[in-house]
């Protein structure tokens, strides 16, 4: 069952032109890095590297936001999960196995940027190892996010503009925290601010701890702590998403 619905949704990537898209995208977006790098008058390779780094994350984390938003909405309106439901599968085990398909178009996807980013910018073999696992972990977790607003809410639009904010949140939730700390000196107000950028950032993965683009520049370096942060953060969080998807999956009548 899981299978059929793995290839259901390749099938609906396939169908969407999502590969497509996404590939002619980090192809722009790396002709443009090249392009900004070689205006630089010093370091011009590094630059071009650090813009393509990060260009390619941003383009994987709003493509796989925006299809799995308006596929999940188009799906439910037009009847599509209501009659995958219909059959002998359990709400968990659909949930499961449309998680399951998110993280293997997810997985696609970056293979795509990662033979582009190391083709194109020739990075170190340990940085970029480390670089293009953690994209693969911050884009199978913001899919599914993705899929999880997407079942909850009736909106893609919706669906797509919390994503697109809980993924800021989540780039800024670092600073989030220093910011909590400095608050926590001033006015009943300022603390009042530095419990709630606390709360978030607690609530919130770090997602500043992955695909540094740094690392494509100056290799992986001594960075251990960061990478247990980000396993282990991931392993708590993309189970949580799961379940949460699941238990509010499991109440909503079609």
């Given at each position: 069952r899981i299978f059929s619905l793995k290839r259901y949704m390749l099938g609906a990537a396939v169908r969407d032109r999502l590969f497509l898209a996404l590939l002619v995208g980090?192809?722009?977006m790396a002709a443009m890095s090249i392009f900004l790098g070689g205006s630089a008058i010093t370091e011009q390779q590094q630059l071009a590297t650090a813009y393509m780094g990060a260009t390619s994350r941003a383009m994987l984390v709003a493509g796989m936001v925006l299809f799995v938003a308006?596929?999940?909405?188009?799906?439910?309106?037009?009847?599509?999960i209501a009659l995958i439901l219909s059959r002998p599968i359990s709400r968990s085990?659909?949930?499961?196995?449309?998680?399951?398909?998110?993280?293997?178009i997810a997985t696609i996807c970056t293979v795509f940027a990662a033979i582009l980013v190391g083709v194109a910018a020739h990075p170190s073999p340990?940085?970029?190892a480390q670089w293009w696992l953690s994209l693969w972990l911050e884009v199978n977790?913001?899919?599914?996010?993705?899929?999880?607003f997407g079942l909850m809410l009736r909106s893609a639009i919706a669906t797509a503009l919390g994503c697109f904010g809980f993924y800021i949140l989540g780039r800024m939730s670092g600073l989030l925290g220093g910011l909590a700390e400095h608050a926590g000196q001033g006015t009943l107000v300022d603390k009042l601010l530095g419990k709630g950028f606390e709360l978030v950032s607690i609530i919130i993965p770090r997602l500043d701890f992955f695909a540094r683009?740094?690392?494509l520049v100056y290799g992986a370096g001594d960075e251990t702590i960061t990478v247990i942060h980000m396993a282990g953060q991931s392993l708590v969080f993309i189970?949580?998403?799961?379940?949460l998807a699941i238990f509010d999956f499991s109440r909503k009548q079609f």
């Open positions: 980090l192809v722009v308006f596929h999940v909405q188009r799906a439910m309106q037009d009847g599509e085990t659909f949930v499961l196995g449309y998680g399951a398909s998110m993280m293997a340990g940085g970029f977790l913001m899919a599914l996010v993705a899929m999880f683009s740094e690392w189970p949580l998403i799961l379940a």
